[in-house]
């Protein structure tokens, strides 16, 4: 079992920056995917920014390709979400999910989830 528990977020203005961080603890995560997802309410959540550390990879949906980048230290055990150039659309509760999906975007492949935080981006 893998725990998380997210911290950052809040409210900004389009085009600011944000971070969320995630800390993990509990069963070594070596070959998980470890995924950033999102959900606006009545709509599926959906994975958006995934890392593995073995092998070391890094996958982005395009929604956010160039704008968000994902990283994980390995001494703090803590995995990171920067958001660059924030838009509306980013609006949604973000989660920190890990696990061993069929395909890295697939939620539903994912068995831990850390609590929710909320992300508002608006004028």
């Known amino acids: 079992q893998v725990t998380q528990f997210v911290s950052g977020g809040g409210s900004v203005q389009p085009g600011d920056s944000l971070r969320l961080d995630c800390l993990t603890s509990?069963?070594?995560?070596?070959?998980?995917?470890m995924t950033w997802s999102r959900q606006v309410p009545a709509k599926a959540p959906e994975a958006f920014a995934g890392?593995?550390?073995?092998?070391?990879?890094?996958k982005y949906d395009d929604s956010v390709k160039g704008r968000f980048t994902i990283s994980y230290d390995n001494r703090e055990n803590t995995l990171y979400l920067q958001m660059d150039s924030l838009k509306p659309e980013d609006t949604a509760m973000y989660y920190c999910?890990?696990?061993?999906?069929?395909?890295?975007?697939?939620?539903?492949?994912?068995?831990?989830w850390g609590q929710g935080i909320q992300v508002t981006v608006s004028s």
């Open positions: 890392f593995s550390r073995v092998p070391l990879r890094e």
């Open positions: 999910t890990t696990g061993v999906p069929a395909a890295w975007w697939d939620y539903r492949g994912y068995r831990n």
């Open positions: 509990g069963k070594s995560t070596s070959r998980y995917w």
